[in-house]
Each structure stands twice: as structure tokens, then as C-alpha cells.
């Protein structure tokens, strides 16, 4: 009878394979933090808890690091960086009092931001230059808070804004908005994510008809821009 020269070998691999396996057992969840605005929320998909950008990315962290994903879902439709801040440290005043008490009990999260839109939305368009100055105040206390909540401080991703209709009058003052975040995030070594590259050419199939929110597909779109803009941890890498 011929011996068995490859029973040890293979016996081996599948020690190792099992080995492999078990180093990701009891690792806890990665946590994910969505704050923001409307579009954090998901507004303008068929189903926000289920195709919003916030839970279609935390789907995609699964896929890519092979681990359970918990989402964290903060954000507050019509906020803007004003309410956002709100009566911070007031635990129960601003929604970045709430980011920073999940993010101490989670050290290392990842996190995504949108915010702009509404504070550009909402002053007559003498006073958007005001506006987009005193957002970019609001947003460096933002992120610098953010920051600080936990260590290893989070890892951010802030949306940059994208244009409903190109080549408008507007699009000049998304472009300011969109420098003042690139600006503050840079300042404070955050990523920022650029729809905006995505949607241009778009934007029939990407927004809801007469609305600036996003349809299934935009959110998608948002989606795969933070994945692009956000080195995704591995197993071996993500706390």
C-alpha cells in the first residue's frame, strides 16, 4: 500500500484555515456613525432605513471587512451647522453632543457628515457669503469636537455638497460651500467625499423630479463616494 504523503500536509491547511477563521470570532462589532442632515437620514429614497447612503454603506463595510457593522443613526432632517452645535455640551441639546457620547463609548468609529446644504439654503442670497463664512466656523468646532471624543479619535468623512442643476446661479455658491469644507477637513486631517463627480451628467436619474434629495440610485451613488473617499479597514487593521 502506498503511504499517505499528503495526509499531514492537508491536515495542516485545514488547522490553518480553522485558525484563520476563529482570529475573527468575539471581535466586536465596527461602529459606524451617520450624522448630519436630511441626506444622512436617507430623505428622497423609497426606504431610508434600508437605502439610505448611511445603511447601503454599512452594508458595504460588511462585505469588505468580513465583520458585523453597527450603525449609529443621528441624523436630524433640516439640521444645519447652527442646530447642529445647538446647545452643546447639552447631552440632550445638539446632535454633536450625542455624537460625542457614542463616539467615547466607541473608540475609533467610523464616521460620516453631512452638513451645508440647509445653511446655504436658508439666507436670502445677499447674506450666503455670511452664511458659508460662518458655517466654516461652525464646522471647524465640529470636527475639532469630533476629534478629540475619543482615542483613537474617529475616522471622518465629510460629503461635500452636489448640484441639483448645473450651471445655475447656485452652482457658483456650491462651489464656495464646497471649498470651505474641503478647507476645514484638510485643516483637521479629515476625508472628504465628493459626490458632486458622480451625479454630474446624472442628475435626471440621480434626483427626485423638482427636489434636491437624492433618488435609490443617488443615495447608491453617495454610497460608493465614501467608500472611494474612506480607506475601509480590514479585519486585521479595524479596532
Do not use: K
Amino acid at each position: 500500500m502506498r503511504p499517505r504523503a499528503h495526509t499531514f500536509p492537508l491536515v495542516l491547511l485545514f488547522a490553518a484555515v480553522l485558525l484563520a477563521g476563529s482570529c475573527h470570532v468575539g471581535r466586536p462589532p465596527l461602529a459606524y456613525l451617520s450624522l448630519g442632515d436630511s441626506l444622512a437620514v436617507g430623505v428622497g429614497s423609497s426606504d431610508p432605513p434600508e437605502r439610505g447612503y448611511a445603511p447601503l454603506y454599512e452594508a458595504r463595510l460588511e462585505r469588505e471587512t468580513g465583520r458585523e457593522v453597527d450603525l449609529v443613526q443621528l441624523g436630524v432632517s433640516g439640521e444645519t451647522s447652527e442646530s447642529f452645535i445647538g446647545s452643546y455640551p447639552d447631552p440632550d441639546g445638539s446632535q454633536l453632543a450625542r455624537a460625542e457620547s457614542v463616539l467615547r463609548r466607541s473608540p475609533g468609529a467610523l464616521v460620516t457628515l453631512s452638513l451645508g446644504g440647509n445653511d446655504l439654503l436658508q439666507p436670502p442670497p445677499r447674506r450666503r457669503r455670511e452664511a458659508i463664512e460662518r458655517f466654516g466656523e461652525n464646522l471647524d468646532r465640529i470636527l475639532h469636537t469630533l476629534r478629540r471624543a475619543s482615542d483613537p479619535p474617529p475616522r471622518i468623512v465629510v460629503l461635500l455638497l452636489y448640484s441639483p442643476n448645473p450651471e445655475s446661479p447656485a452652482d457658483g455658491w456650491i462651489s464656495r460651500m464646497n471649498a470651505e469644507i474641503l478647507d476645514r477637513a484638510t485643516r483637521h486631517g479629515v476625508a472628504v467625499a465628493n459626490p458632486q463627480e458622480l451625479f454630474r451628467g446624472h442628475e435626471r436619474e440621480y434626483l427626485r423630479p423638482g427636489d434636491i434629495h437624492p433618488t435609490d440610485a443617488g443615495h447608491r451613488a453617495i454610497a460608493r463616494a465614501l467608500a472611494q473617499a474612506h480607506r475601509i479597514p480590514t479585519g486585521t487593521d479595524a479596532g
